[in-house]
């Protein structure tokens, strides 16, 4: 009685106990490359639309918000059918799925379609909230090794499929945090082998080439195939929270049993929305950070580190004999990256042309120690 009281002490469930939640540091730096948010600043023009929506969304603050959050449905719909390629696979409001995050997104997924005496399957290294948000849902996280270079083939996918039986199949792709992608002829083979859901984590997707093919070509007469993706990244719209999902109509009927109402605020949606009659302004400073990812992978390689081919907006590098001392000699100098754990690597986000000159510059200073 009356002495600090731990986790332990408490009746928490027995299949938390002993969990880590989610930790990226949280360190004010002058350059912070470690957690892949789209470092640009929201350009003036969009900060003015939507601080005129959320003005205009106050108005009706003391009411509930659109629970079916229609006019951010529509906004999504307009700007996925006006991306490259959009023609031969076009959405309407009825596929799409909205939350607080695509992490958010992912949850309601799990909810619906995992839980107790249910699997989902990843291949590890991957987005570290998959398997959290699995074990927080009461699913059972399950894994399988990919090819060399990080790669999944077909052949890779399916025999782990055919080994684990899993309810849900989870690809990143791009793939955080090797930036690698995943092939449609995977993912396909992925949707034939299971009965269960196959969901595909495009977070990045706006930050590989415009020909990069998305699983969105797979979608018609795939009821089980699920698209998540995010504003928080290629937006500039981390803070607002608000992640969305592309599939069958019947899934986004599915993910109503389990949401709580009324679970996007009238600020969000406001919000959102107006940032997303402006995605062309919003997506202009991609190619800006797309040059800048394809400069830290040939300045990294020409350095000797062992880089994996990226389409996100950030590069995995490998060949560091000590990377935590490598990590705190950056830190000591400004700058945050990312140790994800991958032995003898780092991964750093592609930031603006400053910030990208910042890290190689700490980083030649770190080598020189």
Not at 20 to 47: C, D, F, I, K, Q
Not at 53 to 79: H, Q
Not at 211 to 219: G, I, K, T, V, W
Request: charged residues 20%; negative net charge; contains cysteine.
């Amino acid at each position: 009685m009356g002495g600090v009281v731990s986790l332990n002490d408490l009746p928490v469930r027995d299949d938390l106990r002993g969990k880590s939640p989610y930790g990226a540091p949280v360190l004010e730096v002058p350059v912070a490359l470690n957690v892949n948010e789209n470092t640009h600043p929201v350009p003036p023009e969009v900060r003015a639309s939507i601080t005129a929506a959320i003005e205009a969304a106050l108005e009706g603050i003391n009411r509930y918000p659109d629970r079916e959050f229609v006019a951010l449905r529509d906004a999504l719909g307009e700007y996925l059918n006006a991306r490259p390629g959009a023609d031969e696979m076009p959405v309407d409001a009825t596929q799409l799925w909205a939350a607080n995050g695509s992490n958010e997104v992912l949850q309601h997924v799990m909810q619906a379609f995992g839980g107790p005496g249910r699997s989902a399957l990843g291949f590890p290294p991957t987005y570290s909230m998959h398997p959290i948000i699995a074990e927080a849902t009461g699913t059972t996280w399950v894994t399988a090794e990919r090819d060399p270079g990080y790669d999944i083939s077909p052949d890779t996918a399916v025999a782990a499929i055919t080994a684990h039986q899993p309810d849900l199949v989870f690809f990143c792709a791009p793939n955080n945090p090797t930036g690698t992608g995943v092939s449609l002829e995977t993912i396909d083979a992925a949707y034939d082998a299971t009965s269960g859901i196959v969901l595909v984590d495009e977070a990045y997707i706006e930050f590989a080439p415009d020909d990069y093919p998305s699983a969105r070509r797979l979608l018609p007469g795939r009821e089980r195939l699920v698209i998540s993706r995010t504003m928080s990244k290629a937006f500039a719209f981390a803070g607002a929270r608000l992640g969305y999902l592309i599939a069958d109509p019947a899934v986004v009927d599915a993910l109503r049993l389990v949401r709580l109402p009324y679970h996007l605020s009238a600020l969000t949606q406001a919000a959102a929305t107006a940032a997303l009659r402006h995605h062309e302004v919003m997506l202009a400073m991609v190619d800006d950070i797309r040059s800048q990812r394809d400069r830290l992978v040939r300045e990294l390689g020409a350095r000797g580190y062992v880089v994996s081919p990226s389409v996100a907006n950030f590069v995995l590098f490998s060949g560091l004999d000590n990377p935590q001392a490598t990590f705190q000699a950056l830190l000591e100098r400004g700058v945050l990256v990312r140790d994800v754990g991958i032995p003898g690597s780092l991964r750093v986000t592609a930031g603006t042309e400053a910030e990208t000159t910042a890290f190689l510059d700490a980083l030649a200073a770190s080598e020189q120690k």
